[in-house]
């Protein structure tokens, strides 16, 4: 006979639901996860190009975004990316940093997934996969009863690990939405984050020749305190832009309102082309070119109405201070993003404010738990999700 009666329920074999049940596992609660995929922990699999990004050195509160920002910084106090470290030294895995505190492994993501499964088979965590769970209902006596495509199982407490809506092929769901819903829990409104941003077609289409050239830019959202400023590469597309820099600003960018991108963030152009009037007797496309690449002028030129073949002597002040301003402050409006086929993350999620930030259970749900990236908590890029996956997983596991 297959036991059916758990402590714990875990839906969602992902970062946090498996670091969720092997803590609690190991600490001798009956577990059990349940995943509706065939195949384990694929978001871990195919993230950072195959070696995972699975932390970064420098993981803190400030490094998310939240309705609720204070919420996040209690897990991540308790569980920091040094003890993620500890986990990994202890099952042999090596890693690596790459840029700005983002750790990888050396090897494969399939370390993480094998290191998360022999953690969960140290607790003694029973498996359901694949596992569909059709619903979730509060027993009589407390606990709950989850009817599943494996038949019902009853647990004392139920965690909802499920993530967000982001990469739908990998088998992403709104059920942790449809669960917070059913229980009266509010929803901050979901939306694609880490995710490139787009632009319509004919005012696009200028730039679209420019596909495939990066570069390191500084790229702004928001006024004033909402201002946030990243220094990252971008990466033109067809349809609009990408690459690291964008895809952070995309998390904080409001639908109707400009990114602001400076092509050239530690040269004051304007100043540089009317002092290069009396230094030099180059057209404006090769001397800029000493600074960007020379398609990258020539499209830029072209596109704001400025012939790259005019000598800079020639040129006015005005028209030359003009030419700063768009390359160091191009302003432009995005009409949307790549939308959840291509976002990382998802924005918003189960509102934080019906969570103790100790337990993340549901304050007035008791045995329900939410974590991970079905919270309100998005991280930026670089290995931050990840940490608020084990963080708050772990929060969960050693409250249960």
Not at 40 to 56: D, M, P, Q, V, W
Not at 252 to 258: F, I, K, R, S
Not at 270 to 292: F, G, M, P, V
């Amino acid at each position: 006979m297959i036991n059916k009666q758990f402590d714990v329920a875990v839906i969602g074999a992902g970062a946090a639901g498996m670091m969720c049940a092997a803590v609690a596992g190991q600490r001798g609660k009956r577990v059990v996860l349940i995943d509706h995929a065939s195949r384990l922990a694929e978001k871990i699999r195919i993230s950072g190009g195959g070696r995972c990004n699975f932390t970064n050195l420098y993981a803190g509160p400030a490094n998310f975004l939240s309705e609720n920002p204070h919420f996040c910084k209690s897990a991540l106090s308790r569980y920091t990316p040094q003890d993620f470290l500890s986990l990994m030294k202890r099952h042999g895995i090596a890693w690596h940093e790459k840029h700005k505190g983002q750790l990888f492994c050396d090897d494969s993501a399939e370390d993480i997934i094998r290191m998360l499964k022999a953690e969960c088979d140290a607790g003694k965590v029973q498996w359901r996969m694949p596992c569909a769970v059709d619903e979730v209902m509060a027993a009589e006596g407390g606990g709950y009863v989850l009817k599943t495509s494996s038949g019902e199982i009853s647990a004392e407490n139920v965690v909802i690990a499920t993530g967000g809506l982001s990469i739908p092929k990998i088998g992403a769901t709104d059920f942790a939405h449809k669960i917070a819903r059913q229980f009266g829990i509010k929803v901050i409104e979901p939306r694609p984050a880490l995710v490139p941003l787009t632009f319509d077609a004919k005012s696009w289409e200028p730039f679209v020749p420019l596909s495939g050239i990066s570069l390191e830019v500084d790229i702004e959202t928001g006024e004033k305190k909402s201002k946030i400023v990243f220094r990252e590469d971008l990466l033109f597309t067809h349809k609009g832009l990408s690459g690291p820099g964008v895809l952070q600003i995309s998390s904080y960018w409001q639908p109707g309102t400009p990114i602001r991108i400076n092509l050239l963030p530690e040269l004051d152009v304007a100043e540089d082309l009317i002092q290069a009037k009396t230094t030099t007797k180059k057209n404006l496309a090769n001397y800029l070119a000493q600074y960007l690449p020379a398609r990258l002028v020539d499209g830029l030129l072209a596109a704001h109405g400025f012939d790259g073949d005019l000598k800079i002597p020639d040129m006015q002040d005005k028209r030359l201070r003009h030419l700063g301003e768009k390359l160091n402050r191009w302003e432009l409006v995005p009409d949307g993003s790549e939308g959840y086929r291509k976002a990382e993350v998802t924005r918003g999620g189960i509102d934080t404010r019906a969570l103790s930030q100790q337990s993340m259970m549901v304050t007035k749900v008791p045995g329900l738990y939410f974590i991970g990236e079905s919270v309100d908590v998005t991280g930026w890029l670089g290995g931050f999700n990840f940490q608020w996956a084990w963080a708050s997983g772990s929060a969960a596991g050693t409250t249960l």
